[in-house]
């Protein structure tokens, strides 16, 4: 706690300064502006005097800090999570940044210093931010309040505004070209005004879970179509779908997809699990994947998902892990929903590699291995997609390389539908191409990427723990070989980069990555040839 000079803070003289402070004041009943440290002093005393009785409020705490502030002359004022109502009218003017987060402030009825351009509200109970003048600001952070309406004008020199998880029901007609980064994410817009496209192409808009009108929507993606935008990049996310008002029971979810003799076995079991961690995030998700496209009216699916969970019944590492990808998987649209499906099968799989299910049967193994290869290559695929996109449904984007991809690329664990793959702005042509470069890498980079996979390396080691010691030893000897520094050197030389600390580790990785992989591919290779199964590491895919 910030340390206050001993005769201030004396009984006698904070009575003696509140009786004065008291007695001044403006003509309107306000009070006068502070000049002197005491003044100062007998303001915010009175204010801490006023705190409403078993509020909670730490308002003696927020003097001291406030006081210690003006003593050392600092910049910044911080005075979160002392579940404050209200500030005092004035405080340090000398002040640049604020931090009013996680209170219980419900307006902002005090004075903000001339000289402050960083502004901090988030996790407070605001309705408005009407009040005082935020002409100065260029960072104004107010998310996770109650705000409805934004001031218009906002501040001519705002670069960054985070107003999500509020209540906003439209933004302001006009948007400053200065904004570089607007987080308007979890509100109640419906469209965008004008002026957003008008924001660089260096901005970002963050915008997801808002209602977006279907008009909204076309007209976005219309412009980003069109080759004459050079706007911000949009990030929003389908939410056609209003987010469930009742959440079930666990075990009576669990009953919508079991078989009436598989219902008998496991409800009971589920009813104890419903009180894990998790496990009402995992209800919702249940009850939204019944209602996905890949669900309705599909026997096989249901049949799928039936499996899973009873598997899912006596797996308590794997429930773990499952519910913790079900947590926000129904925060917007049904496609988030499958998306997290695809993820908890994947997830499945490794979980079973990893605990030793498949060391008997390595070719299913290498199987899910080379699946898991795809999966990844097509993330890299769908982010670089997205870079070139201005109106974006991340989300669709990747579940849209996945879902058209699946029987092309044996994407077993990938639902088979998606219902909006039309906002995704992923194309024929980006299908093919994706196709293409998977294909190609996993014919010329799996054996060494499955060298450096984990559930790989725990097979290896339970199967070969002699040669698999020897293989580890070996790594941990090359960090200290001349072999080592040499090649960093040279690569560091080459780039004129020496002494630079973020080079340093870019290279280091990238060597110690090929040095692993001399070490660890002839021992896969090893493994399989003594297992007769040296044909697994083969080219998987003919004309790539």
């Known amino acids: ?315 308590s590492e794997l429930r773990e892990m499952t519910f913790a990808v079900a947590f926000a998987a129904t925060e917007s649209c049904e496609d988030r929903v499958t998306l997290a499906w695809n993820n908890m099968q994947i997830a499945e799989l490794i979980h079973l590699a990893v605990s030793g299910t498949y060391d008997n049967k390595l070719p299913e193994l290498v199987t899910i291995a080379r699946e898991k290869f795809r999966l990844e290559k097509l993330e890299i695929i769908a982010r670089e997609k997205i870079k070139t996109l201005v109106f974006v449904d991340e989300l669709d984007v990747y579940l849209a390389f996945q879902t058209k991809l699946k029987p092309f690329l044996e994407l077993n664990t990938v639902a088979e539908k998606m219902r909006f793959f039309d906002v995704s702005s992923v194309s024929t042509d980006d299908l093919k191409a994706a196709e293409i470069q998977v294909k190609t890498a996993e014919n010329d980079k799996f054996p060494q990427w499955l060298c450096r996979w984990t559930p790989w390396q725990k097979v290896i080691e339970r199967l070969a723990p002699a040669a698999w010691d020897e293989a580890w030893e070996q790594r941990y000897s090359m960090l200290d070989s001349i072999e080592y520094k040499d090649k960093l050197d040279s690569a560091l030389k080459a780039e004129t980069l020496m002494n630079v600390g973020d080079a340093e580790q870019f290279y280091a990785k990238k060597i110690l990555k090929k040095m692993e992989i001399n070490i660890l591919l002839p021992l896969t290779q090893q493994l399989l040839n003594e297992q007769g199964q040296q044909d697994l590491l083969l080219k998987k895919w003919e004309g790539y």
């Open 1 to 315: 706690m910030p340390t206050v000079n001993n005769h201030l803070s004396s009984p006698s003289f904070l009575r003696a300064n509140s009786d004065s402070a008291q007695q001044s004041g403006n003509i309107d009943g306000t009070p006068a502006q502070p000049q002197t440290k005491e003044e100062y002093l007998a303001h915010w005393r009175q204010w801490a005097q006023e705190a409403p009785v078993g509020a909670g409020e730490q308002r003696d705490r927020a003097v001291n800090i406030m006081l210690d502030c003006f003593e050392r002359h600092s910049n910044v004022l911080y005075l979160p999570n002392l579940s404050l109502s209200s500030l005092p009218t004035f405080i340090p003017q000398h002040i640049e940044t604020l931090d009013l987060s996680n209170n219980k402030i419900q307006n902002l009825n005090f004075q903000l210093p001339p000289h402050v351009t960083d502004l901090c509200v988030d996790h407070n109970e605001l309705t408005s931010l009407a009040g005082m003048q935020l002409n100065n600001l260029s960072y104004l952070s107010a998310k996770y309040n109650f705000i409805e309406i934004l001031p218009e004008p906002l501040p001519e020199n705002l670069t960054r505004l985070y107003v999500s998880h509020n209540q906003l029901n439209f933004l302001p007609e006009v948007i400053p070209g200065t904004v570089t980064f607007l987080d308007v994410s979890d509100n109640r817009l419906e469209t965008f005004p004008a002026s957003i496209v008008n924001l660089s192409r260096q901005a970002y808009i963050a915008a997801s879970n808002n209602p977006l009108s279907v008009r909204t929507i076309r007209h976005m993606m219309n412009i980003n179509n069109s080759p004459n935008y050079h706007g911000p990049q949009i990030y929003f996310s389908m939410s056609e779908h209003q987010p469930l008002s009742v959440i079930y029971s666990l075990h009576k979810v669990i009953t919508e997809w079991l078989q009436p003799d598989e219902v008998n076995v496991t409800e009971e079991k589920w009813y104890e699990i419903g009180n894990e961690n998790g496990a009402r995030e995992f209800s919702a998700f249940l009850t939204e994947l019944g209602s996905t496209v890949s669900a309705r009216n599909n026997d096989e699916f249901k049949k799928q998902v039936a499996s899973w969970l009873i598997r899912l019944t006596a797996d």
